[in-house]
């Protein structure tokens, strides 16, 4: 029995930056995973996948990562997303330095 589609969101990498990006509803790459879209549905997010993974000039490294919903956006399920999302952790810079 297959197992059950759990909540996604698409992530990748910007291609000049590096940065972790998120896409988002209005099919923008955010690096703030509040504003991804959270898809639901398999069929859904297979489609969305395909077409994110074609915007080469773009990001590079596009997948769906698991994610639970909650009231403040998607939360991920696994300490790697959980990482990905905090950026580079040699120094602070980046998304580390607004904090």
């Known amino acids: 029995?297959?197992?059950?589609?759990?909540?996604?969101?698409?992530?990748?990498?910007?291609?000049?930056?590096?940065?972790?990006?998120y896409l988002t509803a209005d099919d923008r790459w955010s690096p703030r995973l509040t504003e991804a879209e959270l898809l639901t549905d398999?069929?859904?997010?297979?489609?969305?996948?395909?077409?994110a993974s074609n915007r080469h000039a773009e990001v590079v490294g596009v997948y769906l990562a698991d994610m639970d919903a909650t009231q403040d956006?998607?939360?991920?399920?696994?300490?790697?997303?959980?990482?990905?999302?905090?950026?580079?952790?040699n120094y602070a810079h980046g998304k580390q330095a607004d904090l």
């Open 73 to 89: 956006g998607p939360e991920p399920t696994h300490f790697r997303e959980a990482f990905r999302r905090k950026g580079p952790s």
């Open 42 to 51: 398999e069929a859904h997010a297979q489609v969305r996948l395909l077409d």
């Open 1 to 21: 029995m297959p197992k059950a589609f759990t909540p996604k969101v698409i992530t990748a990498n910007a291609l000049i930056e590096g940065d972790v990006v």
